[in-house]
């Protein structure tokens, strides 16, 4: 099993440090969230002149959605020609490896949502399986209703949040 | 019954003082519904408590009583008189004022920055004293003795243990950050655990007091992680690959119930509070989630959709055949025992509306006591005679505590954000 222990040492935060005697200093996570890390180091492209189609607006490659129906896990149309192009590059890459990140709408149980969002991410790492992507390249998370791309209330926006994205790792 | 409106704005001072901007905690207390039975009481200003400690005793110990539900408050200005001596007040006047019982005390000063604080607790029809203390310690520990203070009434009122003293714990959304907190019950005196730029979710109280467990997805994945609250000190218990969520402390404190996916769907395991090895307690092929032990550590309850929609099952904490517990409605989630282990809260989706269920075991018998069209993640109060639970209210998350036969509902409202995924403290805190 994939164990290992995190041990994290504490930020300092003076402010809450000086308001009350049993209070720890508050961590502060180190995530660089989403939007953050522009130099990402991309292997296999040093000395060539090609893009890396993975950063090629371009290239199908920066398809990275993979949409649901309501209530549903299924890999269908559009989403089976994002999951075919990205495990053909997968494939051809070995070194490379995608955490697929599943999301559902925002209403209900933060838990069940996050198992809800985990079966859209299984559903998709299967069908890259399927495709001869090895598992050691592949790993399904979910965010649940957490990280909703549409925060309103119209059917379009659930819509955009049933989703799972492919994020590959260094990115 | 006809809805009963009382609304206390509160200001607290004390607790500016030591509270982040963004985790700006001004209370409004307001009381929905009840009214019939509730005990009425008055809680005479304490004598000097303005010139000795700012006025934060007699505010505190009302609000503490209004927030159970059970008591009718009269109006001090019934009896138009400060009491010289709080050991024989006018008890037929307080009596005839409509106050069956009449609590009272006076502040002063002890000398070293410390002030004396006595209070006594009588019964009108029998002019009897009920209970009473004296209290020296410190100016900036007026709050803790307001709080036992309101302990102290609302035992010997009503039999049960009071919660005054207990805290809770949420997540604060402000702005793009999460904090994980720790408030008095009030939402006085926030705490600041954890602030992340990434979603913090499910944090569940260990036993003792001592430490929270929670999901933090400053990994870019939930992971279980582990907080000492005195020390600060956190450690990831659950990092496996896939999700790591929804964690539940064992009574006794040495286990976590989780929920990971390495099965490649979400199930239940057993993990040691340290960390280290998962032992599956749940085997199915659909999402198995939001364990809960019962008081006696030998059960699990938990959410599953093996039957086509999500419900409510118990089982074995060693494993074992899992039995289901929920059989109306569609969509029943986050299930949470009461103290007593004879009934359970979760949440019931109806008509569009997810409302706050209380049920016995033993029987499908289960009634509504939330009242709002979305609520979320109810937990009892540890004495059993509230439950605690998110609220959405024009968009924001607020917190009520409500009365767990459904008879009343009290809004604990923080100001500056959202409040998400509440969890009621243990008796036991350090």
Known sequence: MNWKHVLVSTATVTLLAACASKQAPAPVTGSTGMDGQASTVTPGTAGQNTVDPLRDPNSPLSQRSVFFDFDSSVVKGDGQTVVNNHSAYLKSNSQRKVTIQGNTDVRGSREYNLGLGQRRAESVKRAMQVLGVPESQLEAVSFGKEKPRATGNTEADHAQNRRADIAYDGE | MKPFRLLLTLAWALAALCMLPAARAEMTIEIVGGGTNRHPIAVAAFQDEASRVGGNLTPIVRSDLDMTGFFRQISPSAVPMAPADPASPPLPAWQAAGAQSLALGRVEDAGNGQVRISFRLFDTAQRKQLTGGTFTVPVAQTRDVAHTIADMIYQALTGHRGLFNTRIAYVLKS????????????????????????????????????????????????????????????????????????????????????????????????????????????????????????????????????????????????????????????????????????????????????????????????????????????????????????????????????????????????????????????????
């Open chain 2, 175 to 430: 702005g793009r950050e999460y904090l994980l907190q720790v408030s008095d019950v009030d939402g006085a005196r926030p705490q600041t655990i954890l602030r992340s730029r990434e979603p913090i979710i499910s944090p569940s109280w260990s036993p003792d007091g001592r430490r929270l467990a929670y999901v933090s997805f400053e990994s870019r994945k939930p992971v279980v992680w582990v907080q000492d609250l005195a020390t600060g000190q956190r450690r990831a218990v659950a990092n496996f690959k896939g999700s790591n969520s929804a964690p539940a402390w064992s009574p006794d404190g040495t286990r976590l119930a989780v929920v990971l996916t390495t099965s490649g769907n979400s199930q239940v395991y057993v993990i040691d509070a340290a960390g280290g090895q998962a032992r599956r307690v749940t085997r199915s092929d659909a999402i198995d989630t939001e364990p809960t032990w019962t008081p006696d550590g030998n059960t699990l309850l938990f959410v599953s959709d093996r039957s086509g929609t999500p419900q409510i099952y118990s089982a074995p904490a060693g494993g074992g055949e899992a039995r289901r517990l929920t059989w109306e409605g569609s969509y029943n989630v986050s299930p949470k025992v009461s103290p007593d282990g004879r009934s359970f809260t979760y949440v019931r989706r109806e008509g569009g509306r997810f409302r706050v269920i209380v049920q016995d075991f033993g029987s499908s018998d289960s009634r509504t006591i939330s009242d709002a069209a979305y609520n979320e993640r109810p937990s009892f109060a540890p004495n059993g005679r509230m439950v605690l639970y998110a609220s959405d209210e024009g968009g924001r998350s607020v917190l009520y505590a409500a009365n767990p036969d459904g008879s009343s509902r009290v809004r604990l409202a923080v100001i500056n954000g959202d409040v998400q995924d509440p969890a009621w403290g243990p008796f036991n805190q350090p």
